[in-house]
Each structure stands twice: as C-alpha cells, then as structure tokens.
C-alpha cells in the first residue's frame, strides 16, 4: 500500500509545478496590467516610473463618464429585474409540477452555454422583428441602452435562476409545509420562511448578474445602438485605436469592482451548514 | 363525537394508488396509531389530514366538519414533522409564537403562550438559541411545542421518533404518552415501530399497500391479528398451514388441535399464527391439565439470547420456533430431544391472507 503511495513521487511534484504555473499563467496578465496602469509614460510599452495619473485621468475624460452612466443604468435594470424573475422561476421549477416543467429545467442552462455572438445576433435578429412590428402602428424605436439593458435580462435571468435553484435545492421543503402548518398563508410561508431562507442565493445570483452585466463586451456592442456605449464597449473601442495607460487604468478598476461582486456572490453561495463554529 | 373522519378516501399520484378507499374514525381524545412499512400509504394518510394533500375520491372530516379541500392553514390541525422542520432562521421562542402570530394572536399574548409551552416542555433556558444549537431531543420538544401553542384539535405526528436513538426514543415515548393525558388532545401518530405503536396507543390502524387491515387495541393487534401480513409484521410469529376436514375440524400435520375461532366453512386449509412466546415446551409425554394443545416434537435447533432461549422444533405439522424464558430452574432442551409443544387454543390465531 504505502509503496504504491510512494512511487507516486514524481507526479507529486509534477502537480505541485503545474498548479504554480496555472497560478502564474491566470495571474502575471493581471500583474501585467495593474502594474502598467501605474505608469507614469504615456508609451504603454515603456516604463515611466510609478505614477497615478491615469487614474484622475479616467474621471475626467467625458467619453468614459457616460460609458460609465450607461453601464451603471443598464446593470442596475438587468439586475433586479433578472433577480425577481429568475428566482420566479427557480421557484416554479423547484416547487410546481406543471406540463413542460423538465423542459424549462433544461431549457433554463440555455443563455448561460451559448456563446455570446449567437447569443447577440439573436437579440439583433429579434430587436428587429420587434421593431418592425411595433413601427408599423406609429412609434419608432431604436437601439439603445434599453435593448442592452433586454438583453441582459435575458440572460441574466438563467444565472439567478440557477444560483437559486441550487440554494432551494438544499432547502427542506417541509419547512414550508410547517408554515402551512402554522396557519401562514401561501404568500406568508414565502415571506417569512422561504424568501428568507434562500436569500443569500438570491443576493448571490444578483451580484452575478450585476458582475455579467457590468463585463459584457460583445451582446452589448452588438444591441447598442447609437448613444448606448458601456464601459466594456467604450474599451473595446478605444482598445482598437491602440492601448493607452488610461486603458490599463479602467480595466484595473473594472477588474477591482468584479473581483468583489464575484466574491461576494461566492461567499453568499457557501453551504449554510459549514457557518457553523 | 369522531375528530377525524375518513371516508372511503382515495389518494392516486397518477398510476399510483397510495391510499386505497380507506374508512376510519378517530375519536375525540383518543391517541391513534397508523402503524405500517414504509410505502404502504400512512403518511399521506397523515397528509391529507393536515391538508398537504388532497384525496382523489372520500370524505375527510375533521371536529364533524368536512375539509377535503381545505387548505393546511385553515384547518385546526398541527404537525409534528418527522425531522422537526423547525424555521432554522428563528430563535426557540420564535418558532413556537410562529403559529399565534399567523392567527394574528397580539404580540406580547403570543410571547407569554409561547413561554409557557415552552416552559411545558422544559426548555424555557434556551428561549434564544437557534435550532442547529439545540441537541435531536431539544428540537423534538420544540416541534411539540409549536404545534400544542395552538391547541389544535387534532395534533399529527410523523414518525417524530424516527431520528432519534433508543435511549431517548424510549424516554420521549412515556413523555409523549404522558403529554397526552394532560392535553387531552387526539393524537394521530405515524410509525412503522411496532414496539412505539403497542406501547404508546389507544389504537392501532395496520396499513399495507395503501390498504386499511385492521384497526383494534394493542392487545388485540398483537394477539388477535386478523390478517397475514398484521400477524407478519407486528413481532415473531409462526405462520404454519393447517388443514381443515368437512366437519370443520383443523389438524396440524396429523394431530387434531383447537383454536381461538372456528375454521371458515367450505376452507379445505387455514393459516394458524401463534407467537413463539406463548408455546410451552415440556419434556417427551409430561401431560399438562387443561384445554390444552398438545403435539410431539423433536428438538431441531436451540440459539442462545442471554435473557432466552430460542427453539426450533420439528413437528408433523412444519417447524415450530419457540421463545422460552431463561429463568432459574427451567429445563434447557438439547436438540435431538423429543419434547411436547403445547399452547392454550386462544393463542392459535386462523388467518385471511
């Protein structure tokens, strides 16, 4: 027994290596790009010493300021409209039996497995069905940060409802039962047993969907329109006319501000049971 | 007056027949005991009391008032869950004012209703604490004591032993038994312990396959069965085929023997059921007085169990198991020993399938 463990020597020290050099591989980019949103050159390729300029910098320039607005609008939206429907619909799932329910449990992993170009096109492709439609009885709509702020939505609404999912899952159902059982109406039962219950779950599905909302580059580059630029597609933009130091400065605070709803949504999403001392 | 009412009451999940036109009356006060393996429809028999489930076809009545459609918060029912399904996010004293406060009971009579059936039960210095800080016998009484707050007409109870070990189950049984007395409060209770069933009901309901067998006291359920599967399923017993001849008289193997009731007419074999605690072993040819059954036998096995012996016994009739009292003084057969097997008629039980 412990010979086998022992001839294992090798492959130890082989796993310890790889699992620095995936360490390094996901993290020296990252060091890359901090590092080089304090340089005080304006080469992006040459270091200029340590400086913080480019950070005042970002909030004075006006283009990044309205991206800025526009991202904050459009995941604002998404996200607690996504959060109410998504958990709707963890719910009906978890707790309902009705006709097409395995359908919508498999259909509900849809948005978040399709890329997002095909992801894209169909909401261009539907936007402009829709549009078509709507015009022909007066009213012209366009693009905008409102069609963004649809499609997110839609997919945000499988990431809540899949965090919630998961979170009902691990709920004894008797407990609502119990509550029943108490004399709590239905609505009651969910108000001060079930809602209060999963609610880390759904706070946890709602910063993943502020988090995949405030990234997303391409659904909204392509459903923008004139006037609807985020923060991601501003970068990309501008990234096209060459990476500048203020470009290493917003991304920096991006990464920042993900990092700490991803977080956040994990630590929410932890088993309740391990809370215990 | 009855406080729960089944009639013909039928429960089907799609192709699934879980309870099969069952008729039972509960009556005021009474501890009742549906008592069955697990699937054979006593739970949902449970659930559609406490309005979890709606019967497919039946009356359900609970206090004369029929509530088939109810549901559970309008019906003046509580439920102790099997697994207490105690609101992990409120403290003791929480849980138990949960069930006033929906009946938009005032805050403050709430809280002192809650104290005090806290304090019934004896956990008033853990008013604070959470559930996952309480040990399995603290959450059990705290499940007690949420429902009794509400002084429900009938309180259900879902194999609320269930998780618990023997030492405890055996404690809360004689306090449960106790509760019960002073509360003076129907219980219908849950099991597929038998030994919780005899020790603890006024009545016991029998179920198997979704079916109603038999319903009678303890004592009767034990030494009455009426059925294979009641005889089967409650304790030890021998199930042996006897045959009957046209004047009705039953044989086991070739020796004549009488039982509690006579054997149905027109049956050419019967099914006898006798305990192996009421079989008494006496050595080859010692006669023993009374209306006794007597027939020969050869000691086949003996197994030792500290507080008893247990024997097998070859008859003409089939294998006989024995269980006799290790007391001072008591004869130990050895195997190969023939020996005379002898039981009172009322203790030999003739079966339906």
Not at chain 2, 10 to 22: C, E, G, L, P, S
Request: hydrophobic letters at 45%; a neutral charge; proline letters at 5%.
């Amino acid at each position: 027994m412990s010979q086998t463990l022992r001839t294992g020597k090798w492959i130890d020290r082989f796993l310890r290596l790889n699992a620095w050099l995936i360490f390094a591989f996901f993290y020296i980019p990252i060091f890359v790009l901090v590092i080089f949103s304090f340089n005080g050159s304006s080469r992006v390729t040459v270091w200029g010493g340590f400086s913080t300029r480019w950070y005042p910098a970002v909030f004075e320039n006006q283009q990044i300021l309205s991206a800025l607005k526009n991202s904050l609008i459009v995941a604002g939206i998404s996200t607690v409209v996504s959060t109410i429907l998504g958990t709707s619909v963890a719910i009906a799932i978890d707790r309902y039996r009705f006709k097409g329910r395995k359908a919508l449990d498999g259909a509900i992993y849809l948005p978040v497995i399709i890329p997002d170009v095909t992801m894209a096109v169909m909401m261009l492709a539907f936007f402009a069905q829709v549009f078509r439609l709507i015009d022909s009885f007066g009213p012209r709509f366009q693009l905008g940060i409102y069609t963004i702020a649809i499609s997110h939505i839609a997919f945000n609404i499988s990431f809540v409802a899949v965090v919630v999912k998961a979170r009902l899952g691990q709920l004894d159902p008797s407990l609502e039962e119990a509550a029943r059982d108490l004399y709590a109406s239905g609505w009651l039962a969910f108000r001060r047993v079930t809602l209060p219950l999963i609610l880390p779950g759904v706070l946890a599905g709602a910063l993943l969907a502020l988090a995949l909302s405030l990234d997303d580059v391409v659904i909204s580059g392509f459903v923008n329109g004139s006037g609807g630029t985020t923060l991601p597609v501003y970068v990309f933009g501008a990234i096209r006319r060459g990476v500048s130091p203020e470009l290493n400065a917003i991304s920096t605070l991006m990464l920042l501000a993900s990092t700490v709803l991803v977080l956040t949504s994990l630590f929410l999403q932890r088993d309740p049971k391990s809370k215990q001392p | 007056m009855a406080a729960v009412e089944l009639e013909a009451v039928t429960k089907r999940f799609d192709n699934f027949v879980a309870v099969d036109n069952i008729d039972l009356e509960i009556s005021d006060g009474e501890f009742f005991s549906l008592l069955g393996p697990s699937g054979c429809g006593k739970t949902t028999t449970l659930r559609m009391i406490a309005g979890f489930e709606f019967p497919t076809a039946g009356r359900l009545s609970i206090g004369g008032r029929e509530i088939g459609l109810d549901p559970p918060n309008k019906r003046p029912v509580n439920t102790v869950f099997q697994n207490y399904a105690l609101f992990p996010h409120m403290n003791v004293l929480e849980n138990v004012m949960f069930g006033l406060l929906m009946q938009k009971v005032p805050k403050d009579q709430a809280r002192d209703a809650a104290a005090k059936a806290i304090n019934s039960v004896k956990l008033e210095a853990l008013l604070n604490r959470k559930p996952n800080q309480l040990s399995g016998g603290q959450q059990q009484r705290v499940a007690l004591a949420r429902a009794l707050v509400n002084e429900p007409k009938v309180l259900l109870l879902d194999e609320p032993l269930g998780a618990l070990d023997l030492k405890l189950r055996q404690e809360m049984q004689s306090e449960l038994k106790s509760l019960h007395s002073e509360v003076g409060i129907t219980f219908v209770y849950v099991t597929h312990d038998q030994e919780e069933a005899l020790t603890m009901s006024d009545r016991i309901g029998v179920m198997s396959e979704g079916k109603l067998l038999q319903v009678d006291d303890p004592t009767r359920i034990y030494e009455h069965p009426a059925k294979r599967f009641v005889a089967d399923f409650i304790g030890e017993i021998n199930l042996i085929e006897g045959s009957v001849d046209s004047s009705g008289t039953v044989r086991l193997g070739d020796e004549v023997i009488a039982c509690a009731s006579p054997a149905p007419s027109g049956s050419q074999s019967v099914t006898i059921a006798l305990r192996p605690e009421s079989i008494d072993l006496t050595v080859e040819n010692e006669r023993i007085g009374g209306a006794m059954n007597q027939i020969p036998g050869i000691v086949a096995r003996r197994t030792y169990f500290g507080d008893s012996h247990s024997y097998d016994i070859e008859t003409s009739g089939g294998t006989l198991s024995i269980r006799r009292d290790n007391r001072p003084l008591n004869t130990i057969f050895d195997p190969g020993q023939p020996v005379t097997v002898s039981w009172h008629p009322d203790a030999s039980n003739l079966l339906e399938d």
